[in-house]
Nanobody, 117 residues
Framework: QVQLVESGGDLVQPGGSLRLSCVLS????????MGWYRQATGKQRELVAV???????NYADSVKGRFTISRDTSKNTVYLQMNSLKPEDTAVYYC???????????WGQGTQVTVSS
């Protein structure tokens, strides 16, 4: 059974930084495109960043230049480095694993990021 476990969410002041981590277990990590999504209160879940199995990356316009997604296959982990955080980045951040060939899609339980002074 595939499991995704996120960590790293916290309360941080505007302009601060956080690094989120997500560990995948139960399946070969390298076959999945890994992504981070977020959902703010009262809003739809939105894509933040994705890194393919081939290590190509894509970002939402709102986070380009501030966030960096990376993956470490040796640790079955995907990271989201978030710099220059803004109050509008406040949301629950979810890790996602997607295997395009089969449509298999998995979600973590979410981690809360709050940006406030």
């Amino acid at each position: 059974q595939v499991q995704l476990v996120e960590s790293g969410g916290d309360l941080v002041q505007p302009g601060g930084s956080l690094r989120l981590s997500c560990v995948l277990s139960g399946s070969p990590f390298s076959i999945y495109a890994m992504g981070w999504y977020r959902q703010a209160t009262g809003k739809q879940r939105e894509l933040v960043a994705v890194v393919t199995s081939g290590v190509n990356t894509n970002y939402a316009d709102s986070v380009k230049g501030r966030f960096t997604i990376s993956r470490d296959t040796s640790k079955n982990t995907v990271y989201l480095q978030m710099n220059s955080l803004k109050p509008e980045d406040t949301a629950v951040y979810y890790c996602n694993a997607n295997f395009v060939k089969t449509g298999a899609n998995y979600w973590g339980q979410g981690t809360q990021v709050t940006v406030s002074s």
